[in-house]
């Protein structure tokens, strides 16, 4: 039985990996801010929240993360906590280059001091590559980030590979192509259309409002992913690799994909900013552009290439698009059924 540390562990994948460690025999210690209020419904959802034991965590914080590096002593470190909001990154930069960047120095120096022997995991993203130089995009490909938050996060990619490289640290780095589930924040776009067509469909909520339909993303299932994650840090040695699924879809094909799960007949009205998606048959806004809501830089379109994963791990995403969409609408249903606080 190992130890093994997870921080963010009350984020969508700090739960599915934590249930996946359990899963395995290990021993999981998962880091929470109890300054933001440590909710744990995600873990709730997944029945694990018992078997996690939760301690203070902070990556702010340089002292805090001592301290519990010290008390817990982990075999392995998946560091899943960020400022994982792109669109807040243009708010609050400075904040997301210190949780984002030097969270990450911060940690792996932690680590470092503390005998340098725990197997470590980075977050790195498909927002490394931003205004993407190829598609699809593979780990050669060069970084071009958008954002506050992809910029801060190609410092906690390269600084994880500097640590592997200059102090011999197993220290591995995933290049993660959006990943979604029922335990996506609410946030995030994906979740924010399944939650709010299922309130519409179920007459608690009115139209959404999005920013744009053109965005294309390579959407894969986050439960196939934490199995990459696990992979790599099984690996003889520390590594960089890219999980996708390879294909990609726009944010309108989500909507629809979504709204016909739900038991609507969309159908896309108007142009460009006036475009809308209304339900044919009761002729019903489902969708319009709220222009409020974009962002200063945009990524585009993004598709990874994760043949070196496939290679070197075995791993392949089993969780098509349309699965996807379809468990995330379902669960969205349910819950709109009796809107618990948590997801609402
Ligand atoms: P998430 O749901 O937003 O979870 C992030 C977690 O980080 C939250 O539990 C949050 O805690 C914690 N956190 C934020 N700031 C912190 C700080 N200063 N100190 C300690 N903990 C902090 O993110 P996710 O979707 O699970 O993603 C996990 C990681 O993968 C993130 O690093 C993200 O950037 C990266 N990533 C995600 C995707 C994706 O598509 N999901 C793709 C590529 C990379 P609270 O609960 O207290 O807010
Ligand atoms: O946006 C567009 C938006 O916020 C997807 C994070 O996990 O994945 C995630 O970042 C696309 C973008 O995710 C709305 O502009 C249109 O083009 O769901 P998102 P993201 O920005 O791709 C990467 C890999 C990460 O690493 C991040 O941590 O959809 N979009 N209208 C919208 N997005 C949102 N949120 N809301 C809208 O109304």
Redesign the pocket.
């Known amino acids: 039985m190992e130890t093994i540390f997870i921080t963010g562990v009350l984020g969508q994948d700090g739960a599915y990996l934590a249930r996946h460690a359990l899963e395995k025999g290990h021993r999981v210690v998962g880091g929470v801010r109890s300054s933001s209020g440590a909710n744990t419904w995600r873990l709730d959802e997944l029945g694990v929240a018992r078997d996690v034991e939760l301690v203070d965590f902070e990556l702010l914080e340089e002292p805090n993360i001592r301290a519990v590096l010290d008390a817990v002593k982990p075999d392995r470190c998946f560091n899943l906590a960020a400022q994982?909001l792109?669109?807040t990154s243009f708010r609050q930069p400075l904040l997301t280059a210190d949780v984002d960047g030097m969270g990450v120095l911060r940690l792996l120096e932690c680590l470092r001091m503390a005998g340098g022997q725990t197997r470590f995991y980075q977050a790195s993203?498909?927002?490394m590559f931003g205004r993407a130089i190829e598609t699809p995009q593979r780990e050669t490909t060069p970084f071009y980030p958008r954002s506050p938050?992809g910029v801060a996060k190609v410092f906690g990619h390269f600084i994880t590979r500097n640590y592997r490289e200059a102090h011999g640290m197993h220290a591995s780095a995933g290049i993660?192509?959006?990943h979604e589930s029922p335990l996506r924040g609410a946030?995030?776009?994906?979740r924010?259309v399944t939650l709010g067509l299922a309130r519409l469909r179920r007459g608690t909520g009115g139209p959404l409002r999005?920013?744009?339909l053109d965005?294309r993303?390579d959407w894969g299932h986050a439960r196939d992913y934490v199995e990459g994650i696990w992979q790599m840090t099984e690996q003889p040695q520390g590594d960089e690799f890219v999980l996708a699924t390879g294909h990609s879809s726009s944010?309108r094909d989500f909507v629809f994909a979504a709204a016909l799960c739900l038991g609507f007949d969309p159908e896309c009205r108007g142009e460009g900013d006036n475009e809308t998606i209304v339900d044919r048959p009761s002729n019903t806004l489902l969708v319009s552009i709220d222009t409020s809501?974009r962002?200063p830089a945009?990524?585009e379109t993004l598709v990874g290439d994760a043949s070196l994963a496939s290679e070197r791990l075995g791993w392949r995403p089993t969780i098509g698009f349309g699965a996807l969409v379809a468990e995330m609408a379902a669960a969205d249903y349910q819950r709109a059924g009796h809107v618990p606080a948590a997801v609402s």
Do not use: H, I, M, P
């Open positions: 994982s792109v669109g993203t498909s927002e938050y993660l192509f959006n946030e995030f776009v994906t924010k999005l920013g744009s965005a993303r944010v809501l962002r945009e990524v």
